[in-house]
T-cell receptor
Framework: AQKVTQAQTEISVVEKEDVTLDCVYE???????LFWYKQPPSGELVFLIR??????QNEISGRYSWNFQKSTSSFNFTITASQVVDSAVYFC???????????????FGAGTQVVVTP | ETGVTQTPRHLVMGMTNKKSLKCEQH?????MYWYKQSAKKPLELMFV???????ENNSVPSRFSPECPNSSHLFLHLHTLQPEDSALYLC??????????????FGPGTRLTVT
């Protein structure tokens, strides 16, 4: 069963618009970690953020912000004032700390393609 | 610069060829991973190594053979591949294998085409 759902396949915006990427996860563990990665056309996945299940504080890093809500099992990502360089595929991922063999296994969502046009 | 390099970046091989993919991490990490990324499919974990020992072999066909001679280098030996093996192969490393406590850093990948 898919543990991480990114329902948006592709989002197209015009530069300077804000864009929010949804991520819904499923786990029975009380300790788990959530991640966001960016994959530009070059192919390399770039780590953006890690969040543990005990820290529900929202985080802001420059134009990026993340909204973690355990009540809805969501970890959404917003890019403010998007730029063309933000065009990439963005992956949400889950790592479960208590499940057997979950030593560090990342379970990725299908990804959301963000296209920012000038 | 993420500190994980992969060579070659592109590879075209016939079904009867033997080739190897190389990954090197310059981050002092203890764990390394191979992933396969096919079009329209989620990333698939293939192999995991911790301190040069294989921890996970995720039901990968034997035509893929990993090798980890030291904690900085990881190879993926390929032989008798099938066209459906064409994909982007990504290498990653993390400080250790402790569930989720350490993020993984990825290389740029090798784009493999099997003809």
């Amino acid at each position: 069963a898919q543990k991480v759902t990114q329902a948006q396949t592709e989002i197209s915006v015009v530069e300077k618009e804000d864009v929010t990427l949804d991520c819904v996860y499923e786990t029975r563990d009380t300790t788990y970690y959530l991640f966001w990665y960016k994959q530009p056309p070059s192919g390399e996945l770039v780590f953006l953020i890690r969040r543990n299940s005990f820290d529900e504080q929202n985080e802001i890093s420059g134009r990026y912000s993340w909204n973690f809500q355990k009540s809805t099992s969501s970890f959404n990502f917003t890019i403010t004032a998007s730029q063309v360089v933000d065009s990439a595929v963005y992956f949400c991922a889950l790592s479960e700390a208590q499940t057997t063999d979950s030593w560090g296994k990342l379970q990725f969502g299908a990804g959301t393609q963000v296209v920012v046009t000038p | 610069e993420t500190g994980v390099t992969q060579t070659p970046r592109h590879l075209v091989m016939g079904m009867t060829n033997k080739k190897s993919l190389k990954c090197e991490q310059h981050l002092g990490h203890n764990a390394m991973y191979w992933y396969k990324q096919s079009a329209k499919k989620p990333l698939e974990l293939m192999f995991v190594y911790s301190l040069e020992e294989r921890v996970e072999n995720n039901s990968v066909p034997s035509r893929f053979s990993p090798e980890c001679p030291n904690s900085s280098h990881l190879f993926l030996h390929l032989h008798t591949l099938q066209p459906e093996d064409s994909a982007l192969y990504l290498c990653a490393s993390s400080q250790d294998l402790l569930a989720g406590a350490y993020e993984q850093y990825f290389g740029p990948g090798t784009r493999l085409t099997v003809t």
